[in-house]
Every structure is written in C-alpha cells, then in structure tokens.
C-alpha cells in the first residue's frame, strides 16, 4: 500500500476514508475523535515503525499541544492558522528536547527516558494549576475561528463543520507523513531501524535523524492534542498522563507498524471497540488487551498487512477458480 | 610511486589497562592493496575501526590524503573517500539489494538525507551508479532480490559494493571472505584484483593465500603492534612471522 503510490492516491483514499467514518459511524464526534488519534499513532508510527523507537512519551507531546492550544485560544484568540502553527511549534521544540537526551541511551533506558520526559510534563501541568488547571484541567478553551476577511468567518461551533475541519487537517498531515516516509529521510529512517551501525558506517549521522523524527513526531502529536482540546472545549490532566501515551502506542502496535493506514485502522479499531464493548462490559479493557496479545504473538505485521494478506488470499484463490474454470 | 595516501603514525588504542594496539605506525601507499595479517587477538580489528571512526583512538596521529582524521567522527569518514565493510556482513537485511546500494550513495550528500518533502528518485547518474556497481559486484540479476535473501558469498560482495558507492579513495576492508565457501573466494579475488586501478585498499585478512596473491605488501601484526611490514614474499621468508604464527620456540 505505501510503496511509493503518487501522492494523489494517499490524498484520495485517506478523504475516502475520512468521508466514509461519519456515514458508517453513530456519531461525528466518534469519527472526530478517530481521526484524531489517527494522527497521534501516526506520530507514534513513525518513531516506532519506521526508526524503531519506542516512545512511552507520546502523551507529552499530545498534552502540550492540548494546553498549548487551550491557553492561546483562552488568552489570545489567534485565529486556527497560527492555533495550528504554535502546537507544532510546541511539540517539535518539546520533542527535540526529549529526543536530545533520550537518543544517549538505547533499548530498555531509552524507552525509560521517554517515559521519564512524559511523567515530568505530567507532574509539571498537574502543579501548574494556575496556568493549566491542575486536576482540574483546563477548562472553557474555545475553538479557533477562521476567517477569511471580508468574506466569512468559520465557526467550527457544530460538530460537523468541527469533523469537516479535523478532516482537512487529518487528510494534509497523513499525505505529508506519507510523503515523509518515501522520501529520502524516510528511507534513511528505515535503514536506522533495520542496522543502526551500518547506517552510521556509510555516512549517515544517526543521531540527528532520530532528533529530526522526534521533532516530525512530536509536532504531529501536538496537532492531535490541539484538536483533541478544541474538540472537548476542555485540556483534561489526563491528556498528558501515561494512559494516554499507553493508548497511542496500543493503536500503533494494533494497527501495524510501518504502515500509515495501519495507524488509522488502529485508531477506529481502538475507539468503536471502546464505543461499542463500553455499554456492553464494564471489562472490556479485557478484550482489547487480548487482541493486542493476539496481534503480537501471530500478527506482528498488525491488523493492516493481516488484512491485507487476507484480502491477496481471497483474490489468489479466486485468480485460481478462475484459472480453473478457463 | 611512494606516496603515501594513509599514514598512520604512533596509533595506540587502550581499552582502561590492556593495549589492544600499541605505538601502530605504517603507510600505505596510493595505488597499492596494503594486507594486515596476524593471529587472533593481533589487534587487527581494533586497528581497522581506529581507521573507520568506529572507536576513536586513544592517541597517535591517522594522516588520510593530508588532513589529520583522528578526530572525526565516524559518519563523517566516508565522505572523504574511506570506504569500508564488516567482518560480520552487515547489511540493511530487509531492503532491496538496489536499496542497500542507493542508500551508501544517498549518505555522500549530507543535505539529501534530510529531504523529507519528495519521495526518493534516483537521477540517471544514480541510476548508472548502482547498475556499474552492482556490475562489478555481479548482483545485476539480483538488484530487486532482499538482501537476506542473498547468498553468504552474495552478502560479502555486497558490502564491498556498498563501500564502492561512496566512490572511496581508499577502501578498507575487514576480512572480505570471512566465512566464504571456497567457490566464493574467487569472486572475491577477482573483485579485489579489478579494484587495484581505480583505489587503494587495505585489507584485513586471515585468509594468507588472499593475501600473497593479491596485496602489494603485507604488515604483519602480533600482540597489539607491528611486527614488520614487506612484500609477500619477504613476509613469506621472515622467522619472526613464522614464529608469531606458530607461537613461541622454546
């Protein structure tokens, strides 16, 4: 699916897929929400899908932009564009920063590292309660208009002008993404996770790369909180906690690493999982425990490539009913 | 014709109180294939990373084509023209034997790697790049083939082709037929011998027979320092070689 399709094709299937969730869905706030950590497991996706780092910090990047998007929208009232462009800014500065220190260590330290950032961030917004609420979290944060001068200004007050607009902002940052992991940073990515000291050896400064990553990743995620805050017109604490950045990497695995769509497919199995098993089952964290179990010891590609395999079996068998019949 | 383009002047490497090199001082000569033989244990690996970067060296000088290298770091090496491959093959298993080679390329520009907004495309000089070297390495047939999927001796000649991307001034190599069957060392032989005109290789090789057919001159080392250096007939003759191999006379 990703092997270099023109772009034109992840821009089709991704507004199809975008286009499709609310029609099939109970609610544009479910779809909403799916989109939405589409792109936080994108985030993820790249560090641990294609450089093979595992962030348990993610939910640092995703807070901050909840709070970043929070305390301008309250305070300042900027307009979406510069909204948007500040939680970038917000979660690839922070992501650097993480990623500066992390990257010193390797395996088990470096996954302990992320995690460290994540609760530090975690503790700072908790004691920063003039400023972010504290447990309380951040409350009244208003959706950020858009104006085009003279002509209109977009409210977003409807959850689906709200969907519409997440939609647009899902749609651009997954074929950006897409078009990151085929390009030629992409492909120095996957030959960091595959032989770290060989990417070294031929000339690649490995260290940078993954900085680079964590800032592309950080910067996603940070969209994803902004919109996750202006959604709920609330930046809950628990944005920033470690359940959060357990979610994000649960949708990564579920869905299939390397794989882009894997994450969006991760993201609605994850969350009409939840819709659906909630009402049912007060256990129903049970359930999707085993399928991540499930998913880990038989499907390592995740649920995309085993649906995949699954639809290429289908149409072998059926090229070869037909070959039979001929 | 004694130019040196390598000279490696009182290299010494400590790992805390062992000496795994001691007070190392040779050239190697542009134009020549410059052999390092010794026993196990002779220091010729740790020798051959001072000379990548891969381990910084604890002191000594390492004079590469005039500019003083020991300070650089690893990544930085190949683009001054060192080239180098693994004893223990280390590729990029699940990418494409093509991949493997577009990427060793890739590396010598270092703005390109960070192009994150178009997808990966090759310009025809690229193009003819890759196909020259996977000529040379005679992988042309299997260029889409994974790298994993190729055979050992396949393997081993990928690294070399990967070091050749980097169009190096000087490759090193660190035993280039380590674990090949016997039908393999040929290719390999062949490989070296067709290099020898466009750069200067110096080889790590346990391999003896490699050596004398191949090298130009032969450095024997033993116990963390250089025995004697010469071509492979005078090494061939030399009592103290003899003895480093055989171990100690009593």
Known sequence: MSANQPIYIHLLLTAVIAAVLPIVLPSYVLATEILIFAMAAIGCNLLLGYTGLLSFGQALFFGAGAYAAGLLSIHYNLGLVPTILASILTGAVLAVIVGFFAIRRKGIYFVMLTLAFAQLGYYVAFLAEPITGGEDGLLDVVRPTFTIPFVTEFKFATDTSFYILTSIVFVLIFVAMQRLVDSPLGSVLKAIKQNEARAEAIGYQVKLYKIAVFAFSGAVTAVAGTFYATMLRFAPLSNIDIETSEVILFMCVLGGLGSLYGSVFGAIIFLVATDILADLWPRWMLLLGLLLIIVMLYLPGGLSEATQKAISKLRGSDIKKEGSHA | ?250
């Open chain 2, 1 to 250: 014709m004694h130019s040196p383009l390598l000279e490696i002047k009182n290299l010494t490497k400590r790992y805390g109180d062992f000496y795994a090199n001691t007070d190392i001082s040779f050239d190697v000569d542009a134009g020549t294939i410059h052999g390092v033989i010794g026993p196990n244990g002779a220091g010729k690996t740790t020798l051959f990373n001072c000379l990548a970067g891969t381990v910084p060296a604890s002191s000594g000088n390492i004079i590469f084509d005039g500019k003083a290298i020991e300070g650089m770091g690893q990544y930085e090496r190949p683009r001054l023209g060192i080239g180098r491959s693994f004893q223990v093959t280390s590729l990029f298993s699940d990418l494409s034997v093509e991949e493997n080679l577009r990427l060793a390329g890739q590396a010598l520009d270092t703005k390109k790697g960070f192009v994150f907004w178009h997808a990966v495309h090759n310009s025809p000089d690229e193009t003819a790049q890759i196909d020259q070297v996977l000529e040379r390495i005679t992988l042309t047939a299997e260029k889409e083939l994974l790298a994993s999927a190729l055979s050992h001796g396949q393997q081993r000649l990928l690294e070399v082709g990967m070091a050749l991307m980097a169009k190096p001034k000087i490759l090193l190599l660190d035993e280039p037929t380590s674990g090949m069957g016997i039908d393999d060392v040929p290719a390999m032989t062949n490989l070296l011998g067709a290099l020898r005109k466009e750069c200067t290789i110096l080889l790590i090789e346990h391999n003896v027979g490699l050596v004398t057919k191949v090298c130009d001159t032969v450095t024997v080392m033993h116990g963390g320092k250089v025995l004697t250096s010469g071509t492979p007939a005078e090494i061939s003759e030399n009592e103290e070689v003899k003895t480093a191999y055989l171990g100690e006379e009593i």
